[in-house]
């Protein structure tokens, strides 16, 4: 500011000033005094009373000079002008006086008044400072408190409203305290309390994370048992139209006339999932122009959460909780991507999805590996299979999981076979081989109802009177018990699945046959090879026979029990272990052929036949009456079909023809005559003659070989039989070598003969053998 210019006084204006109180005014007779305060105030407060008085000295000696000038023109004028000037003189110096006093007293009450009005001044700037102080305050206290209440907010849980808060700090008009270092300060700090706001609602989003982790679990039961209830509805209407009976849960029939029931698994009276904290992050971090960040951090903790959903290993019984909590894991992603807008990625979830499904199948994997319990892999496929139908209407795919469950039902019907082909096992080896009693109908009905017989057989059994035996022992009906439970379990995989294998019946065609051909068919020959009770092996004939017919009623009935399933495709199941039955039956047979063969081998050596006797019989050997009541004793009261017994019977009859055969032909006997070919053909007249006693005689062409054969030598028919016409029309069954060797015996007993004609005989005999063993060289005996 320039400094303020001092005024200059001068005679004209002190002419003025003395004029205004009449000092110097000849008309006034009175002096206005009163003018003379703010004359003197105005010199005082400009400090200029030296200059005013030289001044008004000045106008004063040029009043003198004015007055002599006066006087010297006019004395008396003068003299009057001095008498006047001594007036004025006099009043000048009162005035002077008065001025002197005037000033003094002004200076003093002048002094005391700057000095208030300065003490005024300041008391006004410090109460001007003051007012401006409170504003400031009081505004700061606004913004400290609005502060404060973003602190309380974050607390409260209301994210949206503190970070509001702070943009409103942030965007105050201008004031003095925005030119504050405090609002400075408080800007700057700005950007921590954004960060302390976007920390505590992560921290909040990430113990909700925790709680959905939780109830992820709940979530998913809820999701099955809501399936379930719906797939027992639909089962209820399938069954009452007969239409609907091949469509499944979720097909399209099922889809278009599902009645829709209001159930949220999120929110219901169970359970209620709040996603506010999840939406509110998105918010707050959408504010902040963070989301990247957030879907990453999200990302990764889901990730997180997913990879400790399963534990390795992988405990088998609690599968069912866990497919639910993966179930309820991706229900609520599920609900997240829709309601997220583009927070979640579709891409995203999908990687989370297939990356759990591959830890889950190999993780089910390693734990089945060593699992030999068939129904474990049952259990498995129900839990896999009830995640399927509850995540079907998702957008989560789960069709890398019907392979597998394909592959986990190969598994299970090798095991299963396995397990299985152990029980027949058993039922085999602890049989008794003894008619199964039944003893009222309740027990028939219940044994019927398993076993596979023809109707004319069921016929039969119902209209014996009770109580009594039936054919088969222990072992058919528990086969018979175990493969319904086999069919049952084997298709018990089956139900419900989506996608089935096209070759199930083949597959089942092929596990029944090696089921009753390697552990039933293969076992029961085996326990017939260490079974020498013939009655036990007439069982196990029966068994066979029950088996084989088994074999083909299984068939029909395991292909209607396909078609008249839901879904059923009506596919055929073919056996081929009738086969092999019916090869253990003959096996069977031999087996009674050789215990009775061995038994004949016996009475053979009781025999006592002499070769060289001098006389012919004609009574049999009494052996033979041993033999005979004992093999007709023996076969007759085996319980087998007439048609195995005659094969028992012709078994035998051909081991004795065999064993007189060999008799005539063998090396153990160097020589006989004809008297003994006489005695054994005595023997087999008693034989056959028997046979047809007992009505079996058409048995009898088992003797034919040994008849022809020794008819020849004793008819002398050697010539006829050389010539090939008649050999081949009437000795068809006789074999060269063998009737050599008869041959050469005769004729090496003629050589022991004296006499010319037994001696020519005998050469005869030789030439004859030498003439038949030249027709077949090479044939054996």
């Not at 005391?112 to 003051?130: H, P």
Request: with cysteine.
């Amino acid at each position: 500011m320039p400094p303020r210019r001092r005024p200059h006084f001068t005679q004209e204006h002190i002419d003025q000033q003395l004029q205004q109180i009449h000092l110097l005014d000849p008309s006034s007779s009175s002096e206005n005094l009163e003018q003379l305060g703010p004359i003197i105030k105005q010199i005082h407060s400009n400090r200029q009373q030296d200059v005013y008085l030289r001044t008004v000295q000045a106008l004063i000696d040029s009043k003198d000079a004015e007055i002599e000038k006066i006087c010297s023109d006019n004395y008396q004028d003068f003299i009057s002008s001095v008498s006047t000037l001594f007036t004025v003189k006099s009043y000048t110096d009162k005035m002077k006086d008065s001025i002197s006093s005037l000033d003094s007293s002004v200076s003093q009450l002048g002094g005391n008044l700057v000095e208030k009005k300065r003490a005024l001044l300041q008391s006004r700037k410090t109460a001007a400072n003051l007012d401006e102080a409170i504003d400031t305050l009081q505004a700061c206290l606004r913004v400290l408190d609005v502060v404060n209440r973003v602190g309380e907010m974050v607390r409260e849980g209301k994210y949206w409203s503190a970070l509001r808060s702070l943009e409103d700090i942030q965007s105050m008009p201008p004031t003095s305290l925005s030119q504050t270092p405090f609002f400075q300060h408080l800007l700057s700090s700005l950007p921590s309390l954004r960060g302390q706001i976007k920390d505590a609602v992560t921290a909040s989003m990430k113990q909700w994370l925790l709680e959905i982790r939780n109830i992820s679990t709940e979530v998913g039961r809820l999701a099955v048992e809501a399936m379930e209830a719906r797939t027992r509805r639909w089962k209820t209407r399938r069954e009452k139209d007969p239409l609907l009976r091949t469509s499944r849960v979720g097909s399209a029939v099922e889809l278009v006339t599902y009645e829709k029931t209001e159930f949220n698994v999120l929110d219901n009276d169970k359970l209620h999932v709040d996603f506010k904290p999840l939406f509110e992050c998105i918010h707050i971090y959408t504010t902040l122009d963070s989301l990247d960040e957030l879907q990453k951090s999200y990302q990764a903790d889901r990730k997180a959460q997913s990879d400790l959903i399963l534990p390795t290993p992988l405990p088998l019984a609690s599968l069912p909780a866990l497919t639910q909590e993966i179930s309820g894991f991706f229900i609520v992603e599920s609900h997240v991507l829709e309601t997220t807008g583009t927070f979640r990625s579709q891409r995203d979830v999908e990687e989370l999805w297939d990356a759990i499904i591959e830890r889950l199948t190999t993780a089910i994997d390693s734990s089945l590996r060593a699992e030999t319990d068939p129904d474990a892999f049952l259990r498995v496929k129900e839990s896999l299979l009830s995640f399927i139908m509850t995540l079907q209407t998702s957008p989560y795919s789960t069709s890398s999981l019907h392979p597998y469950i394909l592959v986990l039902f190969e598994k299970y019907a090798s095991l299963l076979e396995k397990q299985f082909g152990r029980r027949f096992e058993n039922v085999v080896r602890q049989d008794d081989h003894v008619p199964t009693q039944v003893e009222t109908n309740k027990e028939l009905n219940m044994i019927l109802d398993v076993v596979w017989v023809n109707q004319e057989e069921e016929n039969e059994i119902r209209h014996t009177p009770l109580p009594h035996p039936l054919p088969w022992s222990q072992t058919f009906y528990l086969c018979c018990e175990d493969i319904r439970l086999f069919v049952h379990k084997f298709y018990a995989f089956m139900d419900s699945l989506i996608q089935t294998p096209t070759d199930i019946e083949e597959i089942l065609s092929r596990c029944l046959d090696r089921l009753l051909i390697k552990h039933i068919s293969e076992t029961i020959g085996q326990r017939l090879a260490g079974t020498s009770t013939l009655t036990q092996i007439a069982q196990i004939i029966t068994n066979l026979e029950h088996f084989e017919v088994a074999c083909v009623e299984m068939e029909h009935s395991l292909t209607n029990l396909r078609s008249a399933q839901p879904g059923g495709v009506g596919g055929v199941v073919r056996l081929t272990a009738s086969r092999s039955f019916e090869a253990t039956l003959s096996r069977s047979l031999a087996r009674i052929t050789g215990l009775i063969t061995s038994k004949l081998d016996q009475f053979f050596e009781l025999s006592e036949y002499e070769w060289t006797p001098q006389g012919r019989e004609n009574a049999p050997s009494m052996y033979l009456y041993e033999l005979v009541n004992w093999l007709t004793t023996v076969v007759d009261s085996l319980v087998i079909k007439e048609a195995y017994k005659d094969e028992a019977y012709k078994g035998a009859l051909s081991y004795i023809a065999e064993c007189l055969m060999d008799f005539l032909s063998g090396r153990d006997i160097p020589m006989m005559n004809e008297n003994a070919i006489s005695n054994i053909l005595v023997d087999v007249d008693f034989l056959e003659d028997e046979l047809k006693r007992i009505g079996k005689g058409h048995l009898t062409s088992v003797f034919s070989e040994l008849r022809l054969t020794t008819s020849i030598p004793m008819s002398n028919t050697v010539q006829e039989y050389l010539n090939p016409g008649n050999r081949q029309a009437s000795y068809g069954t006789v074999r060269p070598k063998r009737l050599q060797a008869l041959l050469e015996k005769l004729a090496r007993f003629g050589t022991t003969q004296r006499d010319a004609a037994h001696r020519e005989q005998a050469e005869k005999r030789r030439k004859e053998a030498d003439a038949v063993g030249r027709l077949f060289p090479g044939e054996g005996r």
